[in-house]
């Protein structure tokens, strides 16, 4: 699969066959995750599996109440669990770069879409859920002071075909050497 018909043909998974992913999968997906670019290469990701089905029924209790993924999270054979370390992306000697501060959002954002593009690739389905109480899923998972949990990832065979969701046109987003202009 190259790497368009891999984006295009994407989707979000909320149900996943009971079929454990292996070791050395999982191991491929993580490693695309740590290929993701980063603000001055701080690689500020870093990352918690979760295979034991209760913790992943604590951190299913997280989600908000009506969120869609919250079967996929308590169901999935694996989590990911993606985290951040404070102010290092973006930062210089200590200091912000840019009026958007730290920017350990983007920098784990490329690190979940590498991991989401490997996962298709190699049959596997995911799903970016980020409503849910951070405060509780950091207690779970004792995540220390510093780090922060961004989002999380079900990993698993999926057991549902996801249909493409309508994209709007490249004319009504990209606008040439000003906004607003097509």
């Known amino acids: 699969m190259n790497v368009m018909e891999a984006i295009k043909s994407r989707r979000s998974i909320r149900k996943y066959k009971h079929d454990p992913v292996s070791e050395e999968t999982l191991e491929i997906v993580l490693d695309a995750a740590r290929w993701a670019p980063s603000w001055e290469n701080k690689q500020c990701w870093r990352f918690v599996v979760v295979r034991e089905p209760e913790t992943r029924a604590r951190i299913s209790e997280a989600l908000r109440h009506g969120n ?26 200590g200091e ?23 996962a298709h690739e190699l049959g596997l389905g995911t799903v970016n859920v980020g409503w849910f109480d951070e405060q509780k899923v950091e207690e779970i998972l004792q995540i220390p002071e510093g780090v922060v949990v961004v989002e999380l990832t079900p990993l698993g065979y999926p057991d549902e075909e996801a249909i493409a969701p309508r994209r709007k046109e490249l004319g009504d987003i990209v606008f040439r050497e000003r906004y607003g202009q097509p």
């Open 68 to 93: 869609p993924s919250i079967d996929a999270v308590r169901n999935a054979p694996a989590v990911i669990v993606a985290c951040a370390q404070l102010g290092r992306s973006g930062f210089m000697k």
């Open 96 to 118: 912000a770069m840019t009026s958007k501060g730290d920017w350990f959002m983007f920098d784990v954002a490329l690190a979940m879409q590498n991991l989401a593009l490997a």
